[in-house]
């Protein structure tokens, strides 16, 4: 089992493990889970909290690039 990693600055370390994995039944629920993450995450200097929507119907390549590559700690989909 592979965990995730924080840097010295507090920021999620490439390709670190996600923390959440949050299925929705819907776009519309996925986007709104999305922006309450985002929306909590401002009152969370550290660590800093990295997080990604991933939706049908969007180029699945960037979004798998996205999460692969950025540090992801919260993902989001449908």
């Known amino acids: 089992m592979a965990f995730s990693s924080f840097d010295d600055d ?3 370390s490439v390709g670190a ?4 994995i949050v299925l929705e039944p819907s776009r519309d629920l996925a986007e709104q889970t999305y922006q309450c993450i985002n929306d ?3 009152y969370m ?3 800093k909290i990295q ?3 991933a939706v049908g ?3 699945m390549g960037a979004q798998v ?3 692969v590559s950025a540090g992801v700690f919260a993902y989001v989909r449908t």
């Open 10 to 12: 507090g920021s999620a």
């Open 17 to 20: 493990t996600p923390l959440a």
């Open 40 to 42: 909590y995450k401002k």
């Open 45 to 47: 200097p550290a660590p």
């Open 51 to 53: 997080s990604l929507l």
């Open 57 to 59: 119907g969007v180029d």
């Open 65 to 67: 690039y996205l999460f």
